[in-house]
């Protein structure tokens, strides 16, 4: 079983920036491919970002795309989401998730197995 433990949510203003982090527990944590979701109350979770497990590639949802990014260091156990000129409809809140395996990186809900509780990000003046 793995626990995932998201921080580094909170209020900015418009065009402002964030990091949010997420550590895992467990050993293995250089064998999961990572991502970041997002959900706002009443909607769909929503893919952000995505990092293989070996953090040499990423992928972005296109509303984010040259605005977040997403990295790993595998030796803390922690992925990444450093969000840049952030706009009042990326609030939300940010969620990680680990899948136990794979070779790519992963866009769709179903295809992981893990979750955090969550991280609010709120972006108003």
């Known amino acids: 079983q793995v626990q995932l433990v998201e921080s580094g949510g909170g209020l900015v203003q418009p065009g402002g920036s964030l990091r949010l982090s997420c550590v895992a527990s467990?050993?293995?944590?250089?064998?999961?491919?990572m991502g970041w979701f997002r959900q706002a109350p009443g909607k769909e979770r929503e893919f952000v970002a995505a990092?293989?497990?070996?953090?040499?590639?990423?992928y972005y949802a296109d509303s984010v795309k040259g605005r977040f990014t997403i990295s790993r260091n595998n030796a803390k156990n922690t992925v990444y989401l450093q969000m840049n000129s952030l706009k009042p409809e990326d609030t939300d809140g940010y969620y990680c998730?680990?899948?136990?395996?794979?070779?790519?990186?992963?866009?769709?809900?179903?295809?992981?197995?893990?979750w955090g509780q969550g991280t609010q990000v709120t972006v108003s003046s």
């Open positions: 467990g050993r293995t944590f250089s064998s999961y491919p």
């Open positions: 998730a680990a899948r136990d395996w794979g070779t790519s990186f992963y866009t769709s809900i179903r295809e992981y197995d893990y």
């Open positions: 990092i293989t497990k070996s953090g040499g590639s990423t």
